[in-house]
Nanobody, 118 residues
Framework: QVQLVESGGGLVQAGGSLRLSCAAS????????MGWFRQTPGKEREFVARIGWSAISIYYTGSVKGRFTISRDTAKNTVSLQMNSLKPEDTAVYYC???????????WGQGTQVTVSS
């Protein structure tokens, strides 16, 4: 079992920055690829970024490339998402997730709200 707890959300003006963190606990947490997703009311959850267990393979959705950076600290079992040049369309609840098999995200955090004002 893996528990994920996000933190770092908040309200920021357009062009500003926020850093989200996800603390993972559980015996096998460090062996999973980790990802960030986001969701707005009435829309499906959207993939944002993924980082492999070794932190070598990293992927981003197109709309955040060049603005967001995902990283992980395996020793501390944390995954972070540095978000720069934020836009109002980045407003969403952001979720941390663990990929238990390829394409299967089996563990989720409770989410943290990010609001970007124009």
């Amino acid at each position: 079992q893996v528990q994920l707890v996000e933190s770092g959300g908040g309200l920021v003006q357009a062009g500003g920055s926020l850093r989200l963190s996800c603390a993972a606990s559980g015996r096998t947490a460090s062996s999973y690829a980790m990802g960030w997703f986001r969701q707005t009311p009435g829309k499906e959850r959207e993939f944002v970024a993924r980082i492999g267990w070794s932190a070598i393979s990293i992927y981003y959705t197109g709309s955040v490339k060049g603005r967001f950076t995902i990283s992980r600290d395996t020793a501390k079992n944390t995954v972070s998402l540095q978000m720069n040049s934020l836009k109002p369309e980045d407003t969403a609840v952001y979720y941390c997730a663990a990929e238990i098999k390829a394409g299967q995200w089996g563990y989720w955090g409770q989410g943290t709200q990010v609001t970007v004002s124009s």
